[in-house]
T-cell receptor, first 110, second 109 residues
Framework: RKEVEQDPGPFNVPEGATVAFNCTYS??????FFWYRQDCRKEPKLLMS???SGNEDGRFTAQLNRASQYISLLIRDSKLSDSATYLC???????????FGTGTRLQVTL | DGGITQSPKYLFRKEGQNVTLSCEQN?????MYWYRQDPGQGLRLIYY???????QKGDIAEGYSVSREKKESFPLTVTSAQKNPTAFYLC????????FGQGTRLTVV
């Protein structure tokens, strides 16, 4: 089983739709979780950290489910500009390597 | 201005040639990483270093080498043993979350 797994997509959604991505992780001791956004031919950029209680930033909501070992990203009211690849990242803890999922591609259309 | 600087942005390599990609950071982070990304694919870990003078192989280390003589620097050498080096290479540091350089796009000619 891969350390971090994501559905590669693509997810094709119309503008204004709500879309959700999940990311599962195998190490139950993992401590830090993140969502990154990557535009074509660019470096990934941090979208948001994921906190145990869940957190929201505008149209974006991140959740952590430790029991089932997954994190999720919900995007409400999708915009054309949300089209990108969304990568999850998991850090098992001190002196461990940050591990990325392969990314989920989102395409928002008119 | 703090951050991670990768150079060059574009690099062309001839068959059988070794090339070195530079990664410099002034964030004072201990951990540094090299990833490879192929078109339409995710990030694959090549090497990582948690501390100066120490580094570990990632998932696809064959054909690559690194050094970590200074905290600020983590250069990656793509050797002639790497048969398919054309890819986008990303350097990152870990300061609680990953910070990325702008990447080097390597092409074999």
């Amino acid at each position: 089983r891969k350390e971090v797994e994501q559905d590669p997509g693509p997810f094709n959604v119309p503008e204004g739709a709500t879309v959700a991505f999940n990311c599962t992780y195998s190490n139950s001791a993992s401590q830090s979780f993140f969502w990154y956004r990557q535009d074509c031919r660019k470096e990934p950029k941090l979208l948001m950290s994921v906190y145990s209680s869940g957190n929201e930033d505008g149209r974006f909501t991140a959740q952590l489910n430790r029991a089932s070992q997954y994190i999720s990203l919900l995007i409400r009211d999708s915009k054309l500009s949300d089209s990108a690849t969304y990568l999850c990242a998991v850090n098992p803890g001190t002196a461990s390597k940050l591990t990325f999922g392969t990314g989920t591609r989102l395409q928002v259309t008119l | 201005d703090g951050g991670i600087t990768q150079s060059p942005k574009y690099l062309f390599r001839k068959e059988g040639q070794n090339v070195t990609l530079s990664c410099e950071q002034n964030l004072n982070h201990d951990a540094m990483y090299w990833y490879r990304q192929d078109p339409g694919q995710g990030l694959r870990l090549i090497y990582y270093s948690q501390i100066v003078n120490d580094f570990q192989k990632g998932d696809i280390a064959e054909g690559y080498s690194v050094s970590r003589e200074k905290k600020e620097s983590f250069p990656l050498t793509v050797t002639s043993a790497q048969k398919n080096p054309t890819a986008f290479y990303l350097c990152a540091t870990d300061g609680g979350r990953a910070f990325f350089g702008q990447g080097t796009r390597l092409t074999v000619v």
